[in-house]
């Protein structure tokens, strides 16, 4: 147990930087790239974007919560540290590839765990098109946005938009619209996970449009590519007790 190399990271809190000084005095630590694990405290959004920065290394991230949510994270408890990383289960979560086109012409490439989100930059409604494995599916959404969301985004964002909660073994990807104004009653959709999704912005000039993957922001994009990456994938660790699909399945229980 004692060969596991751990690495401390902690968002900018002060509850997290006070969580991080007291378990680095307690086990000691290395630096992220030379680790076994990475211990990440803080919230949902600094879970993610430790596992974007050392996405390069393939180490697992262990979530301990120092944030709000804390929906990724599993509990924080400083006794038995290194126990719970030895039995800790492991989830594996394949990223989105959002592939950004700008009115510029630059072409911007971002991977998403969460979401990937289209929003209006200015007071008027975007104008999207939608099109699904090369099929028009939808000639113009009027929109404030739209997201495409993987099964565990799907308590995210997509949720807050009225999107469906995805159970992690689905084999779908959720597709929601952001207070849609036409076609009024369209509510979203759920893609088989395989999907080629394509956004062509109608009118971009005059409502322009940002992409966002995570934390990436594109802005002034043109057309928008996503689809999964099996090529790349991430790994969180949970406590036995935490069992993220189950939390996940709750959610669709909870008032």
């Known amino acids: 147990m004692s060969d596991l190399k751990v690495a401390f990271v902690a968002s900018r809190a002060p509850a997290a930087q006070k969580g991080l000084v007291r378990l680095s005095e307690r086990y ?34 262990y979530g301990m919560n120092r944030g709000t949510v804390g929906f990724l994270m599993n509990e924080y408890r400083e006794s038995v540290l290194l126990k ?16 950004a086109t700008q009115s510029s012409g630059r072409v911007r490439e971002a991977h998403a765990i969460n979401e990937v989100s289209l929003l209006r930059q200015t007071r008027q409604a975007a104008k999207v098109r939608i099109s699904i ?32 909660i995805v159970p ?19 509510r979203g ?48 660790l949970y406590d036995p007790e935490h069992n993220f699909e189950e939390r996940i399945l709750n959610e669709q229980f909870t008032p």
């Open 28 to 61: 000691g630590g290395v630096s992220p790239r030379q680790a076994d694990v990475i211990v990440a405290l803080g919230g949902d959004g600094f879970v993610l974007e430790t596992l974007h920065r050392y996405k390069d290394t393939d180490t697992p991230v």
């Open 84 to 99: 719970r990383l030895m039995v800790a289960e492991r989830v594996i979560l394949y990223p989105l590839r959002m592939k």
């Open 133 to 164: 494995d090369d099929v028009v599916r939808i000639k113009e959404l009027v929109c404030d946005g739209v997201i495409v969301a993987t099964p565990a985004g799907s308590t995210a964002y997509n949720l807050s938009a009225h999107g469906p």
């Open 168 to 186: 992690m073994g689905a084999d779908v990807l959720a597709l929601t619209p952001i207070s849609a104004f036409r076609p009024r009653r369209w």
């Open 189 to 236: 959709a759920l893609l088989p996970r395989r999907s080629s999704i394509r956004f062509d912005i109608q009118d971009g000039a005059k409502r322009p449009v940002s992409a966002v993957a995570d934390h990436e922001e594109v802005r002034n994009v043109v057309r928008v590519e996503v689809h999964e990456d099996l090529d790349h994938r991430f790994c969180l």
